[in-house]
């Protein structure tokens, strides 16, 4: 198999609570590390193009690692080029099935047990969101699909969660972005108090999301996360796209009394939260969530904001998880 690995040095770069510096081994070339990305024949929908691209760009520059900035497209787990390179990223929205053949799953199978690693991005969502309805705090599980594929890949393995004290999420950067630093401009907003308490208590606590895994050979040889690539991509000005917004829980004095009666017509999904206990969600079909009953006794509703400060900051975020994940692949 040839997949070259990379030397890595710890480097401290300015403003950062953890970097690495990365250089090529000789056998690499003209010394860059190329990201794999499936592109299945025949897909019909690319989301986020610039995602991965601009990530790539991100690495270089801020831990001056040294990855081609063009990701490598393949088109089917049997190609060969499979074996000549460390990491294989999958936007799992982009296939247009999951209908792999034996070859290719015994592939993918011997490229994990000899040390690649795969990312499958958009490969765990919460039942009760549909589709593409947004993130939530509770619930998270591989797709059906991804499972089904994954059984046929290890049989013997499951997808397990990440606990939030991975390394994982603190192999480059560790915690939350700075709030004051994302500031484009000295009179532009900062994140609002009431939301950035939300995201630092319940949202991303510590700077962590909600992953899964799966061990080979007692490595971490494979994570799937909700989307992230939404949150990578720059335009050819720089500025971050697409614009993002939050979903956050917001509460009143009146709720708890005001949404015991509220008259609703569409369906509750009663969802594990991290901690074992039970959130009851409301929600009409192909909408956002309204509002939830916790297990406290306490009701909230769902309050959705937007701006540039929020959407900087989520970009931010994102972009910092994304690195944290390519690195750590590297690093293991």
């Known amino acids: 198999?040839?997949?070259?690995?990379?030397?890595?040095?710890?480097?401290l770069i300015p403003g950062l609570e953890y970097g690495y510096c990365?250089?090529?081994a000789p056998d690499m070339g003209a010394g860059a590390v190329r990201i794999m990305q499936l592109r299945r024949d025949g897909v019909s929908r690319i989301r986020y193009p610039d995602a991965l691209p601009s990530l790539l760009d991100m690495m270089n520059e801020r831990a001056n690692a040294r990855f081609d900035p063009?990701?490598?497209?393949?088109?089917s787990l049997t190609d060969e080029?499979?074996?000549e390179n460390p990491i294989l990223?999958?936007?799992?929205?982009?296939?247009?099935?999951?209908?792999?053949?034996?070859?290719e799953n015994d592939a993918l199978r011997r490229y994990m047990e000899l040390g690649g690693f795969v990312y499958l991005d958009a490969g765990i969502k919460a039942s009760f969101l549909g589709t593409d309805l947004g993130h939530s705090y509770a619930a998270w599980e591989e797709r059906d699909e991804v499972r089904s594929w994954f059984g046929e890949i290890f049989p013997e393995k499951a997808?397990?969660?990440?606990p939030r004290n991975h390394e994982i999420f603190r192999t480059f950067y560790k915690g939350l972005p700075d709030n004051e630093y994302l500031r484009l401009e000295e009179d532009q907003k900062r994140l609002p108090d009431t939301v950035l308490t939300f995201v630092e208590q319940e949202k991303w606590p510590q700077g962590t999301y909600s992953l899964v895994g799966i061990k080979v050979k007692d490595r971490l040889a494979?994570?799937?996360s909700p989307i992230c690539a939404m949150g990578w991509g720059r335009d050819e000005f720089g500025a971050w796209i697409p614009p993002i917004s939050f979903r956050i829980r917001e509460s009143a004095e009146d709720f708890d009394e005001t949404l015991k009666v509220a008259s609703f017509s569409g369906q509750t999904f009663e969802v594990t939260r991290e901690d074992g206990l039970k959130d009851e969600i409301y929600l009409l079909p192909g909408q956002r969530p309204l509002w939830v009953k916790e297990p406290t006794g306490r009701w909230r509703i769902f309050k959705y904001y937007s701006g540039e400060e929020i959407s900087n900051y989520a970009h931010s975020f994102y972009a910092r998880l994304g690195m944290n994940v390519f690195l750590y692949a590297l690093l293991n």
């Open 22 to 24: 990365l250089y090529a």
């Open 81 to 83: 080029r499979l074996f």
């Open 222 to 224: 494979c994570v799937a």
């Open 70 to 75: 063009d990701p490598l497209f393949i088109e």
């Open 159 to 162: 997808f397990a969660p990440l």
């Open 1 to 11: 198999m040839k997949i070259y690995w990379i030397i890595l040095l710890f480097a």
């Open 89 to 103: 990223y999958i936007n799992c929205d982009e296939l247009p099935s999951f209908d792999f053949s034996t070859e």
